[in-house]
Structures are given as C-alpha cells and as structure tokens.
C-alpha cells in the first residue's frame, strides 16, 4: 500500500502551539461510522455523548523531562533525548536509549554529560540514529532529568529555551490530570488525554463511566513520519506497555463499549488481544481466573488498513501527522476490515481545517463511535 494514501495538506497555522484553556474548552469532531454523521462538539460534553455503560481504557503514565540540553567539552551545545531504559540489559535503570544532536560527533566509546553532576559513555549506535547510552548518575538518571530537564515538547511545537531548566506552563500542560507520579516513564505525552479536567472526570462518575488504567512508554517513535514509501516495508517501532489485573480483568468481561483513550492505548490493546489469544467479546476462553500480576510486554504490531480490532470499540484521539502510522491506524478504525477509511478521514480532516480545528498534541479531539 502506497504511504501517499495516508498524507494530506495541512497548514502550519493550524498545528496548536498551546492547548486550550481551559483544557476541557477544546473542540471534539464526533464521528458516528453507523450513520456516519458528524458533529461537531465541545470536550466537556464527552460525558453526554458516550453510549450508557462505556469503559474507559486510558494510558495513565506520566511524561519525565527527558530533553537535556547539555554543553559539549568543546564549548558547543549539545542536547540528550531520553527514550527509554534497556532494562532487559539492565535492570538498575543506568542504560538508556535516546538520542543526541549533533549525534554524528558521537561514537561508541565518547562520553558526555554535565560537569559534577553525570556522565555518560555511548555503548552502542543505531542506524535510525538512536544511541544506547551508559550513565554514571548519583541518584539515578530520573534525579537528573529532575534537576537538568524540559519537558519533551514535539518539535512542531516552537520554544524559546533557556540555558537552564526552569519551571514552564508546560510543565503542567503537557502532562494529563490522572497522570500517575509513581508511573513515570514516557518521552511523549498521551495527547488525546490532554484535554480532561477534574469537572470531566466527575461528571463521567456522576454517569457511571469507570476509567480502567494502564502504563504506556510513549516514545518518539509514535510521531515520526513513515520514510518508506511502501507501508509494508516500514519497520514499526516498539512501545512497552504494562497492564494491572484490574484492567486484565474488565478486558476479559463483558460489558458495555470499550473506549480507547488514545491511539497508543488502542495499539496496546490489539497488542494484548492478539498475543494472549482474547476474542472480541468473551475474554480468553476457557481461562478460569487472571493472575493478578500485571501484564508486561512490548506492543510490536502495525496496524493500518484493512484491519478488524478486538481491543476497542470506541476511540478518542488527536488530528494526527501526514504519513504517520497514528493517521493509518484511525484509517482503519473508521472503517474495520476494508480500506474505505483512508479515503473517509481525508474527507473529515478537510472538514476540520475548514471549521478551525487545531491539529496535533495540544490541538482538538475527535471521537469515533
């Protein structure tokens, strides 16, 4: 399949450089894919518009300051994305992947970092350009995001950064209202979670809505476009993702409507189903009982049209990037099992562009029903 199915025009002045205030003033396009019906809504009545019983599956993991802008030996700047820890390697958290910029200086054996505070040796480089770092950080690489860091902001959204670390609004904007503490470990934000406010979150409760968690490594990777020019010959990338038994357990139930709250959550979703064998509808068959450890793999699946899901039947999510594997997957929840959604979500967006939405991480929402 061609991956200029899957580009579109979009204008810079419609990429959201801040969110909206407040949070929950936010547009929503609505898509109904049995009569498809659009409107066009505000985010705050996310709860009158949810099917009576609707679970929500959301990604509740906190984004860490993972952009470290360093200055190199020589005098000149460098700057350090942290990815995520190699804890197959390494259990203790010191062994991380990221990447560096300039990161052609940097070969296996150079070191970096930032003078009485760490250091850190490269010990391994990829092709796409990420690096596989080992960091020599009292209290650990966490503590120096903590003291050194900025929030990892997509580069679409423009900055004025300072030397140093300081406190920013975005800060607090780039992270959801739910976000765990103790569940720290993304590089990128959960954007479709961005827009819900406590007010949302009761009035979801005051209806009943249960929200049903789990932990997400939101990467770089989620963002990029694809380069191929063939889907088929992308190499998708890797998230890690963690599910306690309670979400285990409401995903094994019968309910009512599973909401995907986000793509990334969606991915994680048909990611659990395929490999622990769950049918759309009667959990695993014939398992008894859930362990009651969490579920811990890496979602490695690509998913565009045409494709069936079993994870999820509603989605919230973000407008996303031209070419990017996000846009491929709404493509094929709009219209399961055949390829009729690429050429519908271009029809939606230009409708978006015309009615003033605003795209991307701190941009508007769209839910399919």
């Not at 565009?304 to 493509?331: I, K, W």
Request: aromatic share 10%; proline share 9%.
């Amino acid at each position: 399949m061609d991956t200029a199915l899957f580009d579109y025009p979009l204008p810079p002045e419609r990429i959201a450089q801040t969110p909206a205030e407040p949070r929950d003033s936010a547009r929503l396009l609505m898509v109904n894919r049995t009569t498809h019906k659009i409107e066009h809504r505000v985010f705050r009545e996310l709860p009158d518009l949810l099917p009576p019983g609707t679970r929500l599956f959301r990604n509740h993991a906190s984004v860490f300051k993972a952009r470290l802008r360093l200055t190199r030996p020589t005098g000149g700047q460098l700057e350090c994305l942290l990815l995520h820890p190699d804890l197959a390697r390494d259990p203790a958290a010191s062994t991380w992947w990221c990447l560096l910029k300039p990161g052609k200086k940097y070969a296996v054996a150079a070191k970096f970092g930032a003078p009485g505070i760490f250091e850190a040796t490269v010990i391994e480089k990829e092709p796409d350009g990420r690096v596989l770092a080992k960091f020599d950080a009292p209290g650990g690489v966490l503590a120096v995001t903590e003291k050194l860091g900025e929030m990892p902001l997509p580069p679409y959204i423009q900055r004025d950064h300072a030397a140093t670390a300081q406190s920013t609004p975005d800060d607090q904007n780039y992270q959801t209202v739910y976000a765990d503490p103790a569940k720290k470990i993304a590089a990128a934000a959960p954007t479709a979670g961005l827009h819900f406010t406590p007010a949302v979150l009761a009035a979801l409760a005051a209806r009943g809505f249960k929200n049903f968690d789990l932990a997400l490594r939101v990467g770089l990777g989620t963002f990029r476009p694809i380069a191929a020019e063939k889907l088929e010959d992308h190499v998708i990338h890797r998230e890690w993702y963690e599910i306690p038994a309670t979400t285990r357990q409401a995903l094994a139930m019968p309910g009512g409507p599973r909401l995907a709250i986000g793509t990334t959550t969606l991915r994680a979703l048909e990611d659990y189903f395929l490999k622990t064998g769950m049918s759309a509808h009667n959990g695993r068959l014939g398992e008894p009982s859930l362990p009651p450890e969490p579920w811990l793999a890496e979602a490695d699946i690509f998913i565009y049209p045409p494709r069936q899901f079993a994870g999820a039947d509603l989605l919230l999510t973000n407008f996303h990037l031209p070419r990017s594997t996000l846009l491929c997957l709404v493509s094929a929840f709009l219209s399961p099992g055949s390829t009729d959604g690429i050429a519908w979500l271009k029809e939606i967006y230009a409708d978006a562009m015309a009615q003033g939405y605003r795209f991307y991480s701190y941009g508007d929402a769209m839910l399919i029903l």
